[in-house]
């Protein structure tokens, strides 16, 4: 069966990040992709992943590598050039950093969606993707604020694209396991001094493993028509179970919580759920603009009155054993 990726171009920004790598893996085995442009800035990131690519997989003739910041928009047009879909999931996460750097995140995540916005239509790509996170709902810091702005950029843009066609969408999700900069590294790191050190005994966050989110994207590339936010139903779990899961025989210490953090994460607040639908396997936010149709989408269900997901009220829970397993697939 042909997949969607056969004989297409895909940009993809932030390409020799954690998702990037497992995206290209997975998108160059399964697809008979013309070309994977791998768009980042980190020359030394791009020639550990290209002799990975050469070496191990011999996938060198379809895959190339372009050094570049999403904040330069002349550089993102000649990139962008025969290029048919963008997954965008370059951005600045790091959530002390932001407070402290505001206005590299503003320049990264917001201008950086702007530029990806105005490129992508000028140069007529078809379908782009932006890689959001559970902290744009409801912001408390400024990473998930700059995120939610560039959310809202990204479902607006289909409003401008006009007779060049392009579509823009969005997938949300939560933490990653085994991502870089995650909490499991830093946790295996401390088990070696024989204490954990949790922000709090009931925070809960919500968990998804990296090749679960590289499917979502590609399924929400397949049925995306332009404007939705794709939110993916996935486990929660307790910070404090990690913990025991990954060191059962240490003690843990409460060091209380983080400036800029939750203590349970919101992916669907109770405004945003008024529009949106419930699919077997996710949640679709529907834009709130005229030219939405809501027949886009057969065999959903509306949503409760009331209803948020959140990782506190989350049905699908994870416990010590499925986090211990999860854990060693890493």
């Known amino acids: 069966m042909k997949n969607l990726f056969d004989g297409k171009t895909v940009l993809l920004t932030g390409g020799t990040g ?14 008979k992709i013309k070309k994977l442009i791998i768009y980042s800035r980190d020359e030394a990131k791009q020639f550990d992943m290209q002799n990975h690519f050469e070496f ?49 995140a503003v320049k990264t995540n917001i201008i950086g969606a702007m530029n990806i916005i105005e490129a992508a239509i000028e140069m007529k790509v078809k379908k ?11 912001p408390i810091n400024l990473y998930g604020a700059t995120k939610l702005c560039s959310d809202k950029l990204f479902i607006a843009g289909n409003s401008y694209s006009g007779k060049s066609g392009t579509r823009f969408s969005v997938v949300r ?20 001094k024989g204490i954990i ?8 966050r919500f968990w998804i493993t990296l090749e679960q989110g590289v499917r979502f994207v590609i399924k929400s ?30 003690k843990t210490k409460v060091v209380g919580i983080r400036p800029g ?3 349970h994460e919101v992916m669907i607040s109770k405004d945003d759920a008024r529009n949106t639908k419930e699919l077997e396997d996710c949640y679709i936010i529907q834009p709130a603009f005229n030219w939405w149709d809501e027949n886009h989408h057969t065999n959903c269900k509306d949503l409760k009155e009331g209803f948020e997901y959140s990782s506190l009220t989350n049905p699908k829970k994870l416990s010590i054993s499925e986090l211990k397993n999860m854990i060693k697939t890493l």
């Open 18 to 31: 954690s998702f990037g790598r497992k995206f290209s893996e997975i998108v160059l085995r399964e697809n």
């Open 56 to 104: 191990e997989i011999n996938h060198q003739d379809r895959i190339r590598f372009f050094i570049g910041d999403v904040r330069d928009k002349d550089r993102l047009r000649m990139a962008l050039n025969g290029v048919d879909f963008i997954v965008h999931a370059a951005a600045l996460k790091q959530v002390p950093a932001m407070e402290y750097n505001p206005t590299e």
């Open 128 to 138: 782009v993707i932006a890689l959001s996170t559970d902290k744009a709902c409801n």
């Open 173 to 192: 999700y939560g933490n990653v396991v085994g991502s870089r900069g995650s909490v499991i590294p830093f946790f295996l790191k401390e088990k070696e």
């Open 197 to 204: 050190p949790v922000t709090h005994p009931e925070m809960t």
């Open 221 to 250: 590339f397949e049925r995306m028509y332009g404007g939705e936010i794709f939110v993916p139903k996935i486990p929660s779990m307790t910070i404090i179970d990690l913990a025991k899961a990954i060191a059962p025989e240490c």
């Open 261 to 263: 953090e939750k203590m």
